[in-house]
């Protein structure tokens, strides 16, 4: 977990120097086969609107893992750290969770994505 912790430090930093949301759209063209972008419908996995803000594993109607389910229990809350740390090693941060994406590791592609995240709607 450090060296989550560790990556996700190095990459919000850098995060300043990026925060382009129409190359953060761009960047969803990885997510949008499993996620949609409104606040209702749940595909593969649950929607992204308002992810920002929402306790891990809430979302009404989508069928979590258990393990995401008590990551959302003890806390975990989507904010940009820990959205960030999850989309740089998704299993690493919330082991036991359904989603199979490996993970985004270009710093720049994923400021740009998280920007992108914070702009959906509420």
Not at 45 to 71: F, Q
Not at 72 to 77: E, I, N, P, R, S
Request: with cysteine; net charge positive.
């Amino acid at each position: 977990m450090k060296a989550v912790a560790s990556a996700a430090f190095v990459l919000v930093a850098s995060m300043a120097h990026a925060q382009d949301i129409e190359a953060g759209k761009a960047a969803f063209r990885k997510c949008v086969a499993c996620h949609a972008i409104d606040t209702t419908t749940n595909k593969v996995g649950p929607h992204l609107g308002d992810v920002i803000g929402r306790t891990a594993g809430t979302v009404e109607g989508y069928n979590y893992s258990k393990a995401m389910k008590e990551a959302g229990a003890a806390g975990l809350v989507w904010d940009e750290t820990h959205l960030t740390e999850y989309l740089v090693a998704p299993k690493a941060k919330v082991p036991g969770t359904k989603m199979a994406f490996a993970g985004i590791k270009k710093p720049e592609e994923l400021a740009n994505l998280v920007a992108y995240l914070k702009t959906l709607p509420e």
